[in-house]
């Protein structure tokens, strides 16, 4: 017997809109990783959002997923895991898991994906979320993203889905030689920042301009 869950995430209805969203919103923007590329098209971002907008999923724009907080524009997050330049055997630290979506994506690209949501209702549902897109090598918590996970510390790489700016314990928390990414800024104007770990020094680059929720402390567990 078919298991439905299986051919909901199969779903052919939303089979074409996923491959235009690669083909004119990535590629035609200048995504080249072609395993970022993959990830896009494989990942059902139609799970990530209100049933009442899925029909929107696949469109160029961030969506609401509640709690004041929204996923992505496909762009985004496609540009932000394709500047992590991740080989497969990277452990990854998220802070802001949101609905989830992000750190489906990633989840295809490394050994593993630890990621930190601060608003409890939120991390509830990207577990359940990401329960139903069959990933396993997902490890969630509710709490401060501000202070990383030193429990599974030191990490290949982290990512930031939030705009704001970095925090040391961040940087403590990476191994040699390991990359931060993260939008940089603030009142919604917002920079991509990469910081590489090196032995005496923290290298810098700058790239897309972009507008982000704002990064906050604290746990919100209403």
């Known amino acids: 017997m078919k298991n439905p869950l299986l051919s909901e995430i199969a779903s052919p209805t939303f089979d074409r809109p996923r491959q235009r969203m690669v083909n004119d919103q990535l590629k035609a923007r200048g995504i080249r990783d072609e395993h970022v590329l993959a990830a896009m098209s494989s990942v059902p971002r139609h799970l990530f959002v209100d049933a009442a907008l899925a029909a929107r999923s696949y469109q160029?724009?961030?969506?609401?997923?509640?709690?004041?907080?929204?996923?992505?524009?496909?762009?985004?997050?496609?540009?932000?895991?394709?500047?992590?330049?991740?080989?497969?055997?990277?452990?990854?630290?998220?802070?802001?898991?949101?609905?989830?979506?992000?750190?489906?994506?990633?989840?295809?690209?490394?050994?593993?994906?630890?990621s930190i949501e601060r608003i409890e209702a939120l991390q509830q549902r990207a577990r359940k979320n990401l329960r139903a897109a069959r990933l396993a090598n997902v490890m969630l918590k509710c709490g401060d993203g501000m202070e990383g996970w030193e429990d599974y510390a030191p990490f290949d790489a982290i990512i930031v889905t939030a705009g704001g700016f970095a925090s040391e314990l961040w940087?403590?928390?990476l191994k040699p030689g390991g990359v931060l990414l993260l939008p940089e800024g603030s009142n919604?104007?917002?920079?991509?920042?990469?910081?590489?770990?090196?032995?005496?020094?923290?290298?810098?680059?700058?790239?897309?301009?972009?507008?982000?929720?704002?990064?906050?402390?604290?746990v919100n567990h209403h």
């Open 60 to 114: 160029d724009c961030a969506l609401p997923i509640g709690c004041g907080q929204t996923i992505s524009q496909p762009y985004m997050v496609a540009r932000m895991t394709e500047l992590l330049e991740l080989k497969g055997q990277e452990r990854v630290l998220e802070i802001g898991t949101g609905c989830g979506y992000q750190t489906a994506v990633l989840s295809r690209l490394c050994r593993r994906v630890y």
């Open 188 to 218: 919604g104007s917002h920079r991509l920042v990469r910081r590489r770990k090196q032995a005496h020094v923290i290298a810098e680059e700058y790239f897309d301009a972009c507008t982000f929720v704002p990064l906050l402390r604290g």
């Open 171 to 173: 940087l403590q928390q």
